[in-house]
């Protein structure tokens, strides 16, 4: 069974750091991409960022480009994501979402999600 | 970016009536598209890919159809699990984007 399980969430004032952590299992972490997806409390869905299988290759919202890093340790199956010069507008559930097999850009499993508040 | 949008925002509806939930998008994302269905406090869960695939373990009365801009999601006849929010997504171009959502409520 595919689980993902977020770590790391909490409150941190604007301008501050924060790093998300998703632990997975019950699959061949390796060989799938994995995106950070985040929902602001009573509002939508907003993607955040994609990694690589391998992890050569990533993508950002440009909300967040330049202050948020995706990383992933394999030999931990691991997915990070660094979070710096955090704005108010940047609280949020951080959700961990695997891709769809080949497909990147598909979010067929997700964790239950961490929450980030960024707040004076 | 590619803006999709939702409608209608909410949908009352009774159990064992039918829904139709549309995304349309701001330029032709082909087939393209992602339904996903969100409950209180939990994770959004893949209902439909590529338009009109069912993820794994998705039952039958749930559909998808449509291409280039618009696109339909059907649910047969409502089952009590189905009150919940559904939002496309499209996976055309970076960046990836989400539609606002359509909440389907028990009338």
């Known amino acids: 069974e595919v689980q993902l399980l977020e770590s790391g969430g909490g409150l941190v004032q604007p301008g501050g750091s924060l790093r998300l952590s998703c632990a997975a299992s019950g699959f061949t972490f390796s060989s799938y991409a994995m995106s950070w997806v985040r929902q602001a409390p009573g509002k939508g869905l907003e993607w955040v960022s994609t990694i690589s299988a391998g992890g050569g290759t990533t993508h950002y919202a440009d909300s967040v480009k330049g202050r948020f890093t995706i990383s992933r340790d394999t030999s931990k199956n691991t997915l990070n994501l660094q979070m710096s010069s955090l704005r108010v507008e940047d609280t949020a559930v951080y959700y961990c979402a695997r891709a769809q097999s080949s497909v990147w850009t598909l979010f067929d499993s997700w964790g239950q999600g961490t929450l980030v508040t960024v707040s004076s | 970016e590619i803006v999709l949008t939702q409608s209608p925002a909410t949908l009352s509806l009774s159990p064992g009536e039918g829904a139709t939930l549309s995304c349309r998008a701001s330029?032709?994302?082909?087939?393209?598209l992602a339904w996903y269905q969100q409950k209180p406090g939990q994770a959004p869960r893949l209902l439909i890919y590529d338009a009109s695939n069912r993820a794994t373990g998705i039952p039958a009365r749930i559909s998808g159809s449509g291409s280039g801009t618009d696109f339909t999601l059907t649910i047969s006849s409502l089952e009590p699990e189905d009150f919940a929010v559904y939002y496309c997504?499209?996976?055309?171009?970076?960046?990836?984007?989400f539609g606002g959502g359509t909440e389907v409520e028990i009338k």
């Open positions: 330029q032709s994302v082909g087939t393209y």
């Open positions: 997504q499209q996976r055309t171009n970076w960046p990836l984007t």
